[in-house]
């Protein structure tokens, strides 16, 4: 064993010890990703149960009874009632008794014979979140309805339950497959989010923060004037967090097949060496901040602010990048979780390879490289 | 060990002296941190290196261990050139900076096999030096606690000892006895003594005018630049002074004039 490799062994060691001995700190570090996950899977689903469905049927007949059936026998959706006109739904919708209405349009049966029967679905958005899934679920019930009867089905679904929503004549039409995803689980979408957020703090933040205490503690001459290179200390303080982080990620999956029977559609060992390349990204974003910052909290706030913030808001975790306004785009694609997350769902859930997620790792890559080069010169040009 | 140095010791003549600076400058844009700094610190010597806050000291020392390029001029520390070799010049000193420079959340011995490392000791030489090390500051005892734990005249010693680990040539001290009670300078200052006698060239900064009175011989920065040098009698004489503090302060005062360097 070489001076060099003895050296940095003995100051990874001496890191591990760091993050080994504040108890507490690696106690909220190695449940964080548990809590997460179990948090956003039971709380901040979308997911919709038990909507109230309300039909209007002008004329009942055998078509219109086959499809209420379908609605009676979904789990998701509990029939309060049925209607010969649309006039009590504006007052049912103010007073929140109803979630949503399908109305047949006259002629159904003999529409449906001819091809081109209608449907409208009116939804109550005033959640909007709720109001898109309630939507799709209806949608993906009457398109399985449609598929059965082998007919051809125009959808018109409406948000809103204002009453001159009700009269409206003209509505959106919208053709609806939902593939990936048939059960339609939010938190199938959550996971790889999450993920990347818990590898931001974990990577990003807390690196930041073990290198700004060295030199807030004035250890961090001390190394500097020592025989050890830039790039011996960059590896050091960074290499404990890699593996506390590869913890994590395993922690996150397991966590979410386990209790969610999130789904692994693809190549778990993919989703592993994504992730990786992924942290090494948020240790070299961590490696930068603390190159600037020159305490921890300036750190910290840098993390939170710069690496944080945009990783949950930009990223698609929670907010879908296709609904933000066309100048923000652009922004979304500099945000490292923003690929990870694409690639993460991707695999989980698509369970798509490498032949259809290389440009997305070849982004991912170009970030560490880029990143790391950047972050080791800013190490490096501190000292002169 | 070496055999004590005894009496003054001064350059040997022919012998390279330990520090070695020739018109050593550093800029920052048009600020001149240290303006063409000349001096020798002899082999086994105990320098003091005196300046008020701002006067250039902290960029001289960084320039020094190697740590920032000079702009202009050259200087040679153990015999390596600061700007061409500046990882020789760092595998051969012992630094021990003004903030406490040991990790408190782990134990001396883990500090001691860490710092070992870092300088390529192998383990058990290592192992000997530390266990000497701990014996003789009597921290034995203490050696399984974590440092953090320590009262902080103990923790000053430990990483004096630590700095002198790797048996470097020249030690340098950026200001060891911040903070610390009068009794533990005395005894560090005897920690000091011991170690130049051991032919180690000893690099002190402090702001203590009693400490300089300590010292071999020390030189004076004001505003980037060497304004006296030589040993505390020479300094107190040659400005009619009682004192080393009275010449610091007088030297120090006329910062805005243009000084004039022995």
């Known amino acids: 064993m070489s001076d060099v490799t003895g050296a940095l062994l003995g100051f ?20 964080l990703p548990l809590v997460q996950v179990l948090l956003f899977g039971f709380v901040i689903r979308t997911d919709v149960e038990n909507v109230r469905v309300g039909f209007v049927v002008p004329a009942s007949d055998a078509a219109t009874g086959e499809l209420i059936a379908l609605f009676r026998g979904s789990d998701l959706f509990t029939p309060v009632g ?36 209608r449907l409208f679905v009116v939804t109550d958005a005033s959640d909007p979140n709720t109001g898109a899934a309630m939507r799709t679920y209806a949608e993906s019930l009457i398109r399985e309805y449609a598929g059965q009867g082998a007919a051809d089905l125009t959808l018109v679904s409406r948000p809103g339950g204002g009453p001159g929503t009700l009269a409206g004549t003209s509505g959106i039409e919208t053709r609806v497959r939902i593939r990936f995803d048939p059960a339609l689980e939010s938190r199938n979408l959550f996971v790889p989010g999450l993920i990347a957020l ?57 966590a979410a097949w386990l209790a969610f029977g999130v789904p692994f559609r693809g190549s778990v060992t993919l989703l592993l060496l994504e992730s990786l390349l992924f942290i090494i990204v948020s240790l070299a ?90 972050s080791v010169r800013a190490f490096d040009a501190r000292l002169s | 060990m070496n055999a004590g140095a005894t009496g003054l010791p001064t350059v040997p003549e022919g012998g390279e002296p330990a520090i070695r600076s020739r018109d050593l400058t550093r800029r920052f844009g048009d600020f001149t941190a240290v303006d063409a700094v000349t001096f020798e610190v002899g082999v086994g010597e105990v320098f003091g290196f005196l300046g008020a806050n701002g006067a250039g000291k902290t960029t001289a020392i960084r320039m020094l261990t190697g740590l920032l390029a000079p702009t202009s001029g050259e200087a040679t520390v153990a015999g390596h050139d600061v700007s061409a070799e500046p990882e020789a010049v760092k595998r051969s000193i012992g630094y021990m900076s003004q903030r406490f420079s040991l990790y408190e959340d782990m134990t001396p011995r883990e500090n001691i096999e860490l710092y070992g490392g870092i300088y390529g000791l192998p383990s058990p030489v290592i192992r000997d030096r530390g266990a000497r090390l701990l014996e003789r500051l009597g921290l034995e005892s203490a ?102 503090e009275d010449v610091f302060v007088r030297l120090a005062r006329q910062d805005a004039s243009p000084p004039a360097a022995s």
């Open chain 1, 285 to 374: 974003l961590g490696v930068f901040i603390s190159t600037r910052a020159e305490s921890q909290r300036a750190a910290m706030l840098a993390a939170i602010a710069g690496l944080l913030l945009p990783s949950t808001l930009l990223s698609g975790m929670i907010f879908p990048i296709g609904s933000m306004p066309g100048w923000l785009r652009p922004f979304t694609n500099v945000v490292p979780a923003t690929w990870f997350i694409e690639i993460a769902r991707g695999i989980m859930l698509k369970g798509v390879g490498l032949a259809y997620l290389w440009q997305e790792t070849l982004i991912l890559t170009l970030m560490a490289v880029i990143l790391t080069t950047a």
């Open chain 2, 143 to 244: 050696a399984g606690k974590r440092v953090g734990s320590l009262p902080l005249g103990w923790k000053q010693k430990l990483a004096f000892s630590v700095a002198l680990l790797h048996e470097p040539g020249i030690v340098f001290l950026d200001e060891p006895t911040g903070g610390v009670d009068p009794i533990t300078r005395r005894q560090f200052w005897e920690m000091i003594y011991e170690t130049a006698a051991d032919g180690t060239t000893v690099f002190v900064t402090t702001h203590y005018m009693d400490e300089a009175e300590y010292c071999d011989r020390l030189s004076i920065m004001v505003a980037g630049r060497i304004v006296a040098l030589g040993t505390p009698t020479e300094l107190r004489r040659e400005h009619g002074a009682p004192s080393i």
């Open chain 1, 12 to 31: 990874v060691r001496k890191e591990t010890r760091h993050i080994l001995r504040d108890r507490q700190t690696l106690f909220v570090l190695l449940m």
């Open chain 1, 82 to 117: 049925t209607w010969p006109t649309a006039a009590p739904l504006p007052d049912l919708f103010e007073r929140g008794a109803i979630d949503q209405v399908v109305m047949f349009a006259p002629g159904f049966a003999d529409d449906l014979g001819r091809g081109g029967a």
């Open chain 1, 198 to 254: 818990v590898l931001t703090i974990v990577s990003a933040l807390m690196t930041s923060i073990a290198i700004t205490r060295e030199k807030e503690r004035g250890t961090m001459e001390v190394l500097l004037v020592s025989p050890l290179r830039p790039w011996q200390i960059i590896v050091g303080k960074v290499a404990p967090y890699l593996v506390l982080a590869f913890v994590n990620v395993l922690t996150a999956l397991g």
